[in-house]
């Protein structure tokens, strides 16, 4: 059974930084592709990035809210997907959740918070 985990969230200001990081302590499944999704209050949830285990991501322009300061990478072996966020903004501010398919089933984190404010 696959459960993903997330962690690397918290407070930053803007300018900042944060990696989160998501991994799967349930089980060995080959999980494909893996990503993370984020959802502000009020909004839908949107996605952020996904990457295969390739490593060819399948959005490479990440979206334009955060293209060129976001990147997505992952570790096939500890079948694990990070997620570098660089200079954040207020509105990057959201719930941050982990997202991965084994086959067609697909499996959601519980999601970490994110706040960028001073």
């Known amino acids: 059974q696959v459960h993903l985990v997330e962690s690397g969230g918290g407070l930053v200001q803007p300018g900042g930084s944060l990696r989160l990081s998501c991994a799967d302590s349930?089980?060995?499944?080959?999980?494909?592709?893996m990503g993370w999704f984020r959802q502000a209050p009020g909004k839908q949830r949107e996605l952020v990035a996904m990457i295969t285990r390739l490593g060819k991501t399948l959005f490479p322009n990440y979206g334009d809210s955060v293209k060129g300061r976001f990147t997505i990478s992952r570790d096939n072996n500890r079948n694990t997907v990070d997620l570098q966020m660089n200079s954040l903004k207020p509105e990057d501010t959201a719930v941050y959740y982990c997202?991965?398919?084994?086959?067609?089933?697909?499996?959601w984190g519980q999601g970490t918070q994110v706040t960028v404010s001073s």
């Open positions: 997202k991965g398919w084994v086959g067609a089933v697909e499996y």
């Open positions: 349930g089980s060995t499944s080959s999980i494909n592709p």
